[in-house]
């Protein structure tokens, strides 16, 4: 497995979701990783990163709201979401930045009802 991404599913407004992405050691270790995402007829966004510290960042229209974490033991990516909106609808994709590549993962969905 390089990146897999789960977790995504229809929500309520209001309501949470956690995404995980299962990734490779090669791709996890020591290297940022991060989620995107894509809306229909928007232009992928980051959402969110973290490096290999811990430290990490958001986009504004998620600040307070999502929350991005790693788990070493794992090689897993975490991206717990709460007070979902329908504006964060989108298909959600993790990477791992492996200078100088930047590996993908597949998709997962999240759909948030208003």
């Known amino acids: 497995v390089q990146l897999q991404a789960s977790g995504g599913g229809l929500v309520q407004a209001g309501g949470s979701l956690r995404l995980s992405c299962a990734a490779s050691r090669s791709i996890f270790m020591d290297n940022t990783m991060s989620w995107y995402r894509e809306a229909p007829g928007k232009r992928r966004e980051l959402v969110a990163s973290?490096?290999?510290?811990?430290?990490?960042n958001y986009a504004d229209s998620v600040k307070g709201r999502f929350t991005i974490s790693r788990d070493s033991a794992k090689n897993t990516l975490y991206l717990q979401m709460n007070s979902l909106k329908p504006d964060d609808t989108a298909v959600y994709y993790c990477?791992?930045?492996?200078?100088?590549?930047?590996?993908w993962g597949r998709g997962t969905l999240v759909t948030v009802s208003s």
């Open positions: 973290i490096r290999s510290d811990g430290s990490s």
């Open positions: 990477t791992g930045r492996v200078p100088p590549a930047t590996y």
